[in-house]
């Protein structure tokens, strides 16, 4: 039983990761049309920044979390950039482009960002976590030990999540954002400046990547391919909300962390995981699909 | 608009000079060339699928990956030879497209993309490194092949290497001949109106099942036919070369080059095996070398990338469509829109 | 004998009944005509013939064997070949290839042999291409067979289709729309082409077309479809007469379309200032000169030269495709400008981006509304008041329109057209603009509302916001309006104040109505609510008719058709009663 309870609290925690990133695309796509396969090496590479700044320099007088606190808002304010800079420089110029040709756009830029970060880091290599709560830290919860770390995660995803719900349903820029989701051209005829919305989504997305990479260090061999690879798990939850839905997003990470965890209480496997991922979303697709065939079925 | 037989004329002109190309270089660059082939294959698998059907895919390298596994299995492990290996092969690789084909009769475009880069990563992290599979990929060791021969003729991967160049050479001009004719064809007219219009196709007769599934079976057996020779010019086979990144490097390639041109193939597959080694060979030392020693894949798949978002953002319809467009249009009989080959 | 048989078909989208308990017969050699408003259910019932939906229930029978399980290509080789209301040519192939694919699929091909390129398939390939020719020589298309259908103006592509369907060797053709975008005489010679087509190729027809002529002369037999229910059938000489029919079509003020309105607005709680005259004092607001602009190689409009004053009402009128609707969107920016000058407010706005345009107070409510379907009404207020800064305050636009504060928290895509456009003018109530452009207000409502909306058009007016006003129905916006431009051909044709044009009607009559088929000042019979009164009008108030009188549907599809078309309104209805009252 406390084994079971022990499995739920990781496939939790593993399931806010892939909420938290998958939140970041359906955002992007929602407001952009971009799906963007690159989220993944874009909190990939953010994490990395914010390692670099928790092991790569000494900290001489410096309490640890205050070193924690410094590398995460590295981390996190590279994301916030490489997000503009990516809008700025690529995505703006092919905004009446097909939205698969966006979408291959965007594989280019996952491969530029894993082999840039392969460089920087080397691939292949065990790199250290940064651990948000001290390490050995733990809750009993009804006889159960639990590592802060989980909790920490579970409390982030759902934190932001709900944060993001608020701001786009109480804030004036949040309903910017939802009316350019569902019509660019009109939002415009409205005063709204979608450009700037665009962009505030581009550095949002890419600053939930980063909190989702930074947050997972602890629980996998991180390395710049494992990060980068997190990208399928999280656009399997993302489908799982349609691509349009939050809440169901959200839902549909949690769901998906716990189908991957539980078989590796019998299973030692590295593509396990993945191979529920994908029946998820194969099972998703087929039962969401419409029948007939695309074109009539509007 | 050349008929069948000016097409195998130029293929076997072509066939003669390209044949020379690598004839006295060393070896390193003699295994480029047959790997260039190799991926020239998974690219012209992607001309099928994407260019003609309209199919979108992230999984080729899977293909190709699975038909070395299979080669290398029938070589080594059932001791058969290796015109069986490569017929094994391409067969694991022509079934595997069919399976992955099946979601493909309900999906479209990113979706289409999303489940294929998930196959893919599948593959690479479940059948190729796991220990249940060990029967199929050979361990962690994999497959060796040595002391291999084709039709009588000694192929391996070191002595014999430009022979197995050559017949891999003439196997890619005849499958890209084949290709274009069946662009022409009535079957490739087929393809062409499901990439077109789905609707209309399946109303006006043609069996979306059927040429879907065939489309992807095409597709695979012929990014398998690559594949199975990757043992042979290689010597052994590693999950590597096959890994997710190849299949979404083999997808970017192929659409900067032009994914609906099959002269396009031949390109990026010399851009994607010899890149990384001039890179290698001429990198060190330089200012490329500073980060880190192995510098040939990773500073290839950045150019790569930026390359792509370029093309995507000037060039849409790929380097070898755009070459001929400008062609077209410097001529100076009427310009005729440039309908691919 | 019965080739097509439909029994108790019925349809369901979710929770929408799309088509309920259609039975239908053709007979071998037969053209059926299939009428009815839009939205009767017409294309879905094609989609079920050809296998593209599924019905719910009933049963459809081809040539005695059922069509339950066959998939849609299995019914083309059949012998079931159609063509499409939204074109769907194969855009990258030539039209010579678009005929060889339904040719090869019937005469089966072997894709190995094609790739090597034998013999065979040389042979089947030739015999293809000329089987080819002969059907687009049938269909005088010698002339495109090696263009590529992309390319080809939507009146030949509708022919091209044609001669696809044939391509099949079919023993049925469903024909959806196809005398779409064509004019009058076009239409005329469709008609012949569709007999010609009948003897030469031996093929029953089943043709949906919303042009009352063709389908009156072509038809053997008619079936009408009214909500999604079969209303009448019959020989064409008697469902022209039928009352249901006619009712139908040209509909009558029936209590659920007059929706009941509490009085008329009373505007409290607005800001009634004396703006007008310091408004009207500061002259010019809107100056355009000389502006050209439009779409991909097409140019739509040229040499505009318009100005609104502060305060003032301003109609656009002219036909379908005239520009109008293009030289709002040039103003606002939504289309770039090709050339000319747009001042607004002392400010040259060429060019410029549309949210700047918006946010200087050109407030422009496009075609369709322009709102955001998941947004609630609430939300789209507050967008409202955020982007233009002025104070959260929707006490002023739920004062004006109290049936929004009842539906504030519904999303406004659910909302009816009626609804959805007080929201659009809402808007317009928040932000206070100094300019507001309206494409269509009335386009799709029903009377009731329409006459609230123009109401308030008065009402903005009074509060010094000038408006410019493209309307299709021009004695409403006559009424309203200062004055007006007439559009034709892309350029302005005349100016003149909406009072003068309203006393001689001549000028319009002439620019709008076009090629009308009846010459200005003609009275011509209508039969007017269905209730068997006719009454002799002449053609101006016929536009009224339109414009008051006809269900939101039928109006939709009139004014979808003429924009198809590229025709007035107006010059389609007079066309459509004639028909019905031959």
Avoid at chain 2, 1 to 23: C, D, N, Q, S
Avoid at chain 3, 287 to 300: D, F, H, P, Q
Wanted: hydrophobic content about 50%; aromatic content about 8%.
């Amino acid at each position: 039983m406390s084994q079971f309870a022990a499995y739920t609290i990781i496939g939790l925690s593993l399931g806010g990761i892939f909420a938290l990133a998958a939140l970041g695309i359906v955002l992007i796509y929602r407001v952009t049309g971009v799906l963007n396969f690159a989220h993944g090496a874009m909190g990939m590479f953010s994490t990395f920044v914010a390692w670099q700044v928790f092991y790569g320099y000494p900290h001489p007088g410096l309490p640890q979390w205050a070193v924690t606190a410094e590398a995460i808002a590295a981390g996190l304010a590279f994301a916030v950039v490489l997000g503009l800079v990516l809008e700025l420089a690529v995505f703006r110029w092919v905004r009446d482009r097909p939205q698969i040709t966006k979408a291959v756009i965007t594989i280019g830029v996952l491969l530029a960002l894993q082999s840039a970060a392969s460089l920087i880091w080397k691939n292949n290599q065990y790199h250290l976590p940064i651990y948000l709560a001290p390490q050995g830290a733990t809750f009993k919860l009804a006889e159960v030990p639990i590592g802060a770390n989980y909790i920490v995660i579970v409390v982030v995803a759902l934190g932001l999540a709900f944060g993001l719900a608020a701001f786009l349903r109480g804030t004036a820029f949040g309903r910017s954002m939802r009316a350019v989701s569902d019509s660019s051209t009109t939002a415009a005829l409205w005063g709204v400046r979608v450009d700037m919305v665009g962009a505030v989504s581009w550095m949002l997305g890419s600053l939930i990547a980063a909190v989702a990479g930074i947050l997972i260090t602890p629980f996998i061999n991180f390395d710049t391919t494992s990060l980068t690879l997190l990208i399928v798990d999280s656009l399997a939850a993302a489908l799982i909300g349609g691509l349009v839905s939050l809440p169901l997003t959200v839902l549909g990470g949690f769901l998906l962390g716990l189908l991957e965890t539980y078989p590796t209480m019998w299973i030692q496997s590295l593509g396990l995981p993945r191979l529920i991922a994908l029946l998820v979303i194969l099972a998703v697709l087929i039962i969401r699909a419409p029948r007939g065939l695309p074109s009539v079925a509007k | 608009m050349p008929g069948h037989v000016t097409r195998f004329a130029m293929a076997i002109v072509a066939f003669a000079i390209l044949a020379r190309l690598p004839v006295g270089l060393d070896t390193g660059f003699q295994f480029d060339a047959a790997l260039a082939l190799i991926w020239g294959f998974g690219i012209l698998s992607l001309v099928v699928l994407t260019g003609y059907a309209g199919q979108v895919s992230l999984c080729q390298a899977t293909f190709a990956g699975v038909a070395a596994y299979g080669a290398g299995m029938t070589v080594s492990s059932l001791h058969g030879g290796y015109l069986l290996g490569i017929v094994a092969g391409v067969f694991a690789a022509t079934v595997l497209g069919v399976i992955v084909g099946l979601p493909a009769l309900r999906l479209h475009g990113i979706t289409l993309a999303i489940v294929t880069l998930g196959i893919a990563l599948v593959f690479d992290k479940y059948v190729f490194q796991d220990h249940l599979f060990d029967w199929f990929t050979g361990g962690t060791g994999g497959w060796q092949v040595t002391n291999a021969s084709i039709f009588g003729i000694s192929v391996d991967s070191r002595e014999h290497l430009l022979a197995a160049y050559d017949i891999l050479l003439a196997l890619f001009c005849l499958v890209a001949v084949l290709l274009v004719n069946l662009h022409q064809s009535g079957a490739g007219r087929r393809f062409r109106a499901i990439r077109d219009s789905e609707l209309a196709a399946s109303t006006m007769g043609v069996n979306l099942t059927r040429y879907k599934l065939l489309a992807f079976a095409i597709s695979a057996g012929i990014a398998g036919l690559g594949g199975s020779f990757y043992p042979l010019i290689a010597g052994s086979v590693s999950p590597q070369p096959f890994w997710v990144f190849t299949s979404l490097q083999l997808a970017a390639i192929g659409v900067l080059m032009g994914v609906r041109y099959v002269p396009a193939a031949a390109l990026g597959g010399m851009f994607m095996a010899v890149v990384p080694d001039v890179l290698t060979r001429y990198g060190h030392g330089t200012f490329m070398s500073r980060f880190n020693y192995d510098i040939s894949y990773d500073w290839f798949q950045i150019a790569v990338g930026v390359l792509l978002v370029l093309q995507l953002i000037l060039m849409p319809d790929g380097v070898w469509g755009d070459l001929r467009a400008r062609a077209a249009a410097m001529r100076i009989r009427p310009v005729k829109k440039v309908r691919p080959a | 004998m019965t080739m097509l048989r439909i029994r108790n078909l019925g349809v369901r989208f979710g929770g929408v009944v799309a088509l309920h308990g259609v039975s239908l017969d053709l007979n071998r050699g037969e053209i059926l005509g299939l009428i009815g408003p839009n939205g009767a259910g017409k294309t879905t019932l094609f989609n079920c013939i050809s296998g593209v939906v599924q019905p719910s229930e009933g049963t459809i029978h081809f040539e005695g064997r059922s069509l339950r399980f066959a998939p849609p290509h299995e019914r083309a080789r059949r012998g079931i070949a159609r063509t499409f209301q939204n074109l769907q040519l194969w855009g990258s192939m030539t039209v010579l290839e678009n005929l060889q694919v339904p040719i090869d699929a019937v005469g089966r091909r072997n894709t190995l042999s094609d790739a090597l390129g034998l013999p065979l398939s040389h042979y089947a390939e030739r015999s293809a291409r000329e089987r080819a020719r002969a059907i687009l020589h049938v269909l005088d298309l010698d002339g495109y067979t090696q263009r590529l259908a992309a390319d080809l103006p939507a009146g030949i592509q509708r022919r091209v289709e044609l001669g696809r369907a044939l391509a099949m060797q079919p023993k049925l053709v469903l024909l959806d729309e196809p005398a779409a975008g064509l004019d009058a005489g076009e239409t005329e010679h469709l008609a012949q082409l569709l007999h010609k087509v009948r003897e030469r190729f031996r093929v029953s027809m089943l043709l949906v077309d919303h042009d009352m002529s063709l389908v009156m002369r072509v038809c053997d037999y008619i079936y009408v479809l009214d909500f999604g229910k079969v209303l009448s059938r019959g020989e064409p000489a008697a469902v022209r007469n039928d009352q249901n029919v006619i009712a139908a079509y040209l509909g009558e003020a029936t209590p659920e379309l007059a929706e009941p309105e509490p009085g008329p607005t009373v505007v409290t709680g607005l800001p009634r200032t004396d703006a007008v005259e310091v408004a009207r004092a500061s002259g010019r607001l809107l100056e355009v000169s000389g502006l050209a602009a439009g779409y991909g190689r097409l140019e739509v409009i040229r040499d505009i030269d318009l100005t609104v004053q502060a305060g003032e009402v301003v109609a656009c009128i002219g036909a379908n495709g005239a520009g109008k609707t293009t030289t709002l969107r040039a103003i606002s920016g939504v289309v770039r400008p090709r050339a000319g000058r747009v001042v607004f407010a002392g400010r040259d706005i060429a060019g410029a981006n549309p949210e700047r345009i918006s946010r200087m107070g050109l407030a422009h409510i496009p075609e369709g509304r322009g709102l955001f379907p998941r947004l609630s009404v609430e939300d789209t207020l507050r967008l409202a008041t955020d982007t233009s800064g002025k104070p959260e305050n929707l006490a002023a636009a739920f004062d004006v329109f109290p049936r929004l504060k009842q539906r504030r928290r519904q999303a406004v895509g659910t909302l009816s057209g009626g609804e959805q456009q007080m929201v659009a003018m809402a808007r317009a109530i928040l932000v206070q603009p100094r300019l507001l452009m309206i494409d269509e207000m009335s386009q799709g409502l029903a009377p009731t509302i329409v006459r609230q909306l123009f109401q308030m058009i008065d009402v903005f007016r009074s509060q010094g916001i000038a408006v410019l006003l493209v309307e299709q129905f021009v004695e409403s916006a006559l009424a309203v309006a200062d004055r007006a431009y007439i559009f034709e051909h892309g350029s302005i044709a005349h100016e003149a104040a909406a009072e003068e044009l309203r006393r001689d009607r001549s000028v319009i009559a002439g620019s709008y109505l076009g090629t009308a088929a009846a010459a200005p000042g003609d009275a011509i019979e209508v039969a007017s609510n269905g209730n068997g009164h006719h009454k002799r009008i002449t053609d101006p108030q016929l536009m009224e008719i339109l414009s008051m009188r006809v269900p939101a549907e039928v109006k939709r599809a009139l004014e979808e058709r003429a924009e198809r078309e590229g025709r007035s309104a107006g010059a389609l209805a007079l066309e459509l009663l004639e028909g019905v009252d031959r």
